[in-house]
């Protein structure tokens, strides 16, 4: 699908950890997800009442599944566990444990809802797993046997069994050879994939990625194991265009220039949104010195980055979630890690909200009981409240 307009424009990456390809070869580093950075709200923003609290004490919640029961299960990506929370007793229960045999996982990533108490776990390595409630049942895990070499990041899947998938279709070069990219962060375009449960696959868009030309190249010793590697810094503001597949097999795109959502239906139609008015705010000398103090990989410079926005992006990477309201959650760019996250809701007329959470939080799922939302605290630990989902 032809997408009007299209500019290349910040180059953009799936994680904040940068991936190194190889020894002595380039690294993609990227920012934290909560940079210190302004962006004009064009609205007055809601604070979202807190509910209740529901666990606490851990290390990065990479996703949640409400279930019927009132109880929760909860991914950590840090410490590679999956757990069942009761809200109500404040206990947990360890489901499973690491491995690759049956009722094992590698890096718990995702959680996505099949059924009313059917789950789908998304580990490392393309694994699915299916759960009811609590507990692994057989499951014929065909996408990874057909396509789980396509690279890029796992972004949904439905009750019918499509997966969607986001990859870069560019070809970068390394040394003096080319390769295909399949990574958003070295691709100025790319392209929205549907697997479907028996590996068919179905290119049903193409949009703007976000890279720009390599940056600076930069040497460090990475322990006797590895040795020495040579990396790049990306954008100071990683931002590619982004989709979500949605339980009923419905698909957002969030877009920029104009920020606006496009919803692709199941029988592959394609509804334009309306543009979403705002102002952008100018990315500042002062914005970029906190940025580049904010990354991880070395003491970079903002000179070291390869490309600077010069306006700030209504959003930058893993920004969206699918509700399981129907509606698309959007994490706008941070104002800072000290304020409050603002955040915008958008439904399948158009209909928009802004909205925002405590300082150090951010959207981990959605249930009919409201948003579950994980705050880090400063000493790097993370718990999981409810909260009020917006009208």
């Known amino acids: 699908m032809i997408i009007r307009n299209f500019r290349a424009r910040a180059f953009s990456s799936e994680s904040n950890r940068g991936r190194r390809v190889a020894r002595g070869s380039i690294l993609a580093a990227t920012t934290a997800a909560f940079v210190s950075v302004a962006t004009s709200q064009p609205r007055t923003a809601t604070p979202l009442a807190k509910l209740a609290d529901v666990a606490s004490e851990f290390s990065n919640i990479s996703a949640i599944r ?38 094992e996982y590698g890096n718990p990533l995702k959680l996505w809802s099949v059924g009313e108490d059917s789950t789908v776990l998304l580990s490392s390595g393309s694994r699915l797993q299916l759960l009811f409630r609590s ?54 375009v790319v392209a929205i994939i549907r697997v479907s449960a ?5 290119t049903i ?43 009923d ?45 904010e990354n991880r990989m070395s003491d970079a410079t903002p000179e070291d980055f390869a490309f600077w926005p010069e306006t700030v992006p209504p959003f930058v990477l893993q920004a969206l979630h699918a509700g399981v309201d129907g509606r698309l959650y959007i994490r706008r760019t941070a104002t800072g890690v000290t304020e409050p996250g603002a955040f915008d809701v958008v439904d399948r007329t158009g209909k928009r909200a802004t909205f925002t959470l405590p300082p150090r939080s951010r959207i981990v799922g959605t249930g009919k009981r409201g948003l579950y939302v994980a705050t880090r605290d400063e000493d790097d630990v993370e718990s999981l409240a409810l909260f009020k989902a917006p009208p």
């Open 205 to 247: 868009a193409k949009v703007r990625g976000a890279y720009e030309g390599p940056g600076k190249r930069h040497v460090r010793q990475s322990g006797a194991s590895v040795g020495i590697e040579t990396f790049e810094l990306a954008s100071g503001l990683p931002t590619a265009e982004q989709a979500v597949l949605f339980p």
């Open 198 to 202: 028996s590996g068919i696959l179905d």
């Open 135 to 188: 507990r692994f049942v057989p499951f014929a895990d065909v996408f990874r046997q057909r396509a789980g070499k396509l690279g890029g990041n796992v972004e949904g899947m439905d009750k019918r069994g499509n997966v969607l998938r986001v990859v870069g279709i560019d070809r970068l070069k390394v040394g003096e050879t080319f390769r295909l990219t399949q990574s958003i962060s070295f691709s100025a």
């Open 249 to 293: 097999g419905g698909i957002a795109l969030a877009l920029h220039h104009p920020y606006r959502v496009d919803w692709i239906g199941t029988d592959g139609v394609r509804i334009e949104g309306k543009p979403i008015a705002e102002v952008p705010a100018p990315v500042t000398a002062k914005m970029k010195k906190e940025i580049s103090r």
């Open 66 to 103: 409400e279930l019927s029961d009132g109880r929760v299960l909860v991914a950590d990506s840090r410490v590679r566990e999956l757990v069942l929370v009761d809200p109500r007793t404040h206990t947990r229960v360890a489901i499973g444990r690491r491995g690759e045999g049956p009722g």
